[in-house]
């Protein structure tokens, strides 16, 4: 009975060992949102085959304040559990940064009833979420290697006066597809010390709205607009046509 009796102790003592430690490996493998800077680029300077110098401007350009960094206003991050960039300048109360939207690119038609294209504006600073959902095509930033290329749906969301609205690059999206549109194309430029990737580049992808320089060094996506309303507590989107977006956009991690 004695030895029974030590059994039972030493079997209690290491049961409550066992729990005891679980949730602090349970919490040692989750993964942290990875802060990162967020860079996007107003233009891109090119020369064609005859070497005249020609400057592209982008459709999604920055404030002109330089690199968006993850901070209380500005939520410029690669999702831990997700692997998906973001970056939010409607992240707080308090406005600090801002993202340029172009929609002076329209393909006639696209519009609703298959008329123009209606946007709220034609260029505007706007308090705006860029979101590139790679999860959804299985890939991750975490795990692309240097020099590898994947393909990932985005959506940038962003209101104007009252109205709230998505510019959607999602072919293929799980709730909202938009077949026409083009994926973006997200590159491993650098890694680290361990061979992890620590810098990436987002293009466009560009099958369905072509090429703008003649090497094709710089592409154009083919995007949708879409205003959102909620009717009867149900969200639904609205067309407001299709246009040409041209964007470049640099994260560093710094």
């Known amino acids: ?10 079997l209690v003592a290491c049961l409550s060992g066992s729990s005891a430690i679980a949730p602090k490996n349970a919490a040692s493998q989750r993964v942290s949102d990875l802060p990162v800077t967020s860079t996007i680029q107003d233009y891109q300077d090119v020369t064609d085959s005859t070497g005249v110098p020609q400057r592209l401007w982008m459709q999604i350009r920055s404030d002109g304040a330089d690199g968006y960094k993850n901070s209380k206003t500005v939520q410029s991050i690669i999702q831990g559990t997700a692997g ?11 406005l600090t940064r801002s993202i ?7 393909i006639i038609g696209s519009g609703p009833n298959g008329g123009a294209p209606t946007p709220p504006f034609t260029v505007a600073l706007v308090r705006a979420r860029m979101i590139s959902k790679c999860h959804e095509a299985g890939n991750s930033m975490f795990t692309i290697v240097n020099g590898q290329t994947v393909t990932c749906p985005m959506v940038a969301s962003f209101s104007a006066g009252s109205s709230f609205y998505r510019i959607h690059m999602t072919p293929n999206g799980d709730v909202y597809p938009y077949p026409e549109t083009d994926n973006v194309n997200i590159t491993c430029t650098g890694t680290d010390v361990n061979f992890k990737c620590n810098q990436w580049r987002v293009e466009p992808n560009g099958i369905n709205g072509g090429c703008l320089t003649e090497d094709c060094s710089v592409r154009q996506n083919v995007v949708k607009l879409a205003k959102v309303v909620t009717v009867k507590g149900k969200e639904t989107e609205i067309n407001q046509g ?5 964007f470049s956009i640099t994260i560093t991690n710094p």
């Open 1 to 10: 009975m004695k030895r029974k009796r030590i059994f039972m102790t030493l």
């Open 84 to 94: 998906d960039w973001v970056l939010d300048t409607n992240y707080a109360t308090s």
């Open 100 to 106: 340029f939207l172009d929609f002076s690119k329209p």
């Open 242 to 246: 299709d246009f040409y977006m041209a």
